[in-house]
């Protein structure tokens, strides 16, 4: 065959295939079996429906001001928040809570009447751009306690809210919030100032994080609501939101409508409105009788604080509770060493002896040197003891400085050589 005749027989027959791996043929038909099995399983199937968005719990309620979204609801009388029954708080006693929140102004108040307050806002730092879009309210009606929450379903609403917030103002003998007067009650009251409608008259104020934080701190050290629910009620809350992200949350509520964002927030600041009666409960109660059983620190908490409020016969029970209670000899020293002080000023010398000298046997360190300086001048201006004075006085540092100690030690010493001097003189004669 002509060279010209092999070569239009090549050209005729085109480009010769390259093999196929064998595998990539058994892979492709994997893969096609895959995508069939998918097909026959979507045959049938109903196209996937959007979720409704969920409404907001509660109600519209009609007012003379304007619309405001409610949210109702009574606990039973026998309702516990943990393991405090929250009905408590109706059996305070106006002079037990003026003393224990060192507020002359609260003697007197009607337990029946208490208004608690608590808010949830759409920034945590204040100012003027800080909405109360949640103003949670709660008060007694006989022996249930009664929570209803006042939601601003979008910004620009707030006015109907703060004319019923003013209502039950209005009808409350005493206000109880937890760090209210630093946040709430300054955000609710620029409130009513931006909106333009009347202000309330301010009520008188309970504020349960004080008093909280002056009994309570040594033990606890954090002073959040939910550290006293946990440590102090006996309450753990479950899938709690984080405060950080309420803002947030009400936001998107905003802008998507679905209350399923806000529905946390909700139950949120109603389990806060409960823990205010039961904290307030459980303060009380604790502060009105001794309990043996509870914690040194606390019995310390009392004392200082019914010490502050001019109830020495209170102090004086509460830090005895603390000083033989068994616990840190930091607190035994401490409590010892102001049960002196009591003694002190009803001129008891014995007992202000006795609760020193338990001081020092508790003492060691630093802590020490305050029991030494108080012995020192209990023995130098009350025993009129030189001798033991300036043994104590020599242990003073640094529960004094050491110029004063300096001159402490010098006086008793010089006053130790005339003393003596004296002795001298007496003898000869």
């Known amino acids: 065959m002509s060279l010209k005749r092999k070569l239009e027989r090549l050209e005729s027959a085109g480009p010769r295939a390259a093999p196929v791996d064998p595998r990539v043929t058994d892979l492709r038909a994997m893969m096609g079996e895959v995508i069939a099995r998918q097909q026959r399983g979507l045959l049938g199937r109903e ?33 516990c928040h943990g393991r405090v029954p929250v009905a408590g708080a109706l059996s305070v006693e106006s002079a037990v809570v003026a003393k224990l929140a060192l507020d002359p102004d609260l003697e007197g108040i009607d337990p029946r009447k208490l208004l608690l307050l608590d808010t949830e806002t759409t920034g945590l730092s204040g100012g003027a751009g800080t909405i109360p879009f949640l ?50 009650w300054p955000i609710v009251r620029t409130r ?91 303060l009380c109660t604790h502060f009105a009788t001794l309990c043996p059983e ?46 002196a002080r009591l003694a002190r000023r009803r001129r008891d010398v014995p007992a202000e002896e006795r609760a020193i000298t338990a001081a020092l046997s508790a003492a060691h360190g630093d802590v020490a040197a305050a029991a030494h300086l108080a012995m020192a001048k209990l023995c130098e201006h009350r025993l009129r003891d030189s001798d033991r004075a300036l043994d104590h006085a020599r242990q003073t540092e640094p529960a004094e400085s050491e110029e004063a100690g300096v001159r402490r030690v010098a006086r008793l010493e010089r006053r130790l050589a005339r003393a003596q001097r004296c002795a001298q003189k007496r003898t000869r004669r």
């Not at 109830?311 to 209670?325: H, L, P, V």
Request: aromatic residues 6%; negative net charge; contains cysteine.
């Open 47 to 79: 196209p996937a429906q959007p979720r409704a968005p969920m409404e907001l719990p509660g109600e519209l309620r009609s007012t003379p001001h304007g619309d405001v979204h409610v949210v109702d609801q009574y606990l039973e009388p026998h309702h």
């Open 294 to 339: 509870d914690d040194p620190r606390d019995h310390l908490g009392y004392a200082c604080v019914a010490e502050r409020a001019d109830d020495s016969e209170r102090a004086d029970a509460f830090a005895w509770a603390a000083a033989e209670g068994g616990g840190e000899s930091d607190v035994t020293v401490e409590a010892c060493l102001l049960a």
């Open 192 to 282: 009513y100032v931006l909106n333009r409608v009347p202000m309330p008259p301010a009520p008188r104020h309970l504020d349960l994080l004080h008093c909280a934080r002056r009994v309570l701190k040594r033990r606890l050290g954090g002073m959040r609501l939910v550290d006293l629910e946990e440590r102090v009620l006996g309450m753990r809350r479950e899938d709690d939101v984080d405060g950080a992200d309420i803002p947030e949350l009400y936001f998107r509520y905003v802008r998507e409508g679905d209350a399923s964002l806000v529905a946390p927030v909700i139950e949120h600041n109603a389990n806060d409105l409960i823990a205010l009666a039961a904290v307030m409960s459980e």
């Open 135 to 184: 103003i949670g309210l709660a008060w007694f009606e006989d022996q249930s306690l009664r929570l209803h929450q006042l939601m601003l379903r979008r910004p620009g609403e707030e006015a109907p809210m703060l004319r019923v917030l003013a209502e039950r103002l209005e009808q409350a003998s005493v206000l109880v919030t937890y760090n209210g007067k630093a946040f709430d």
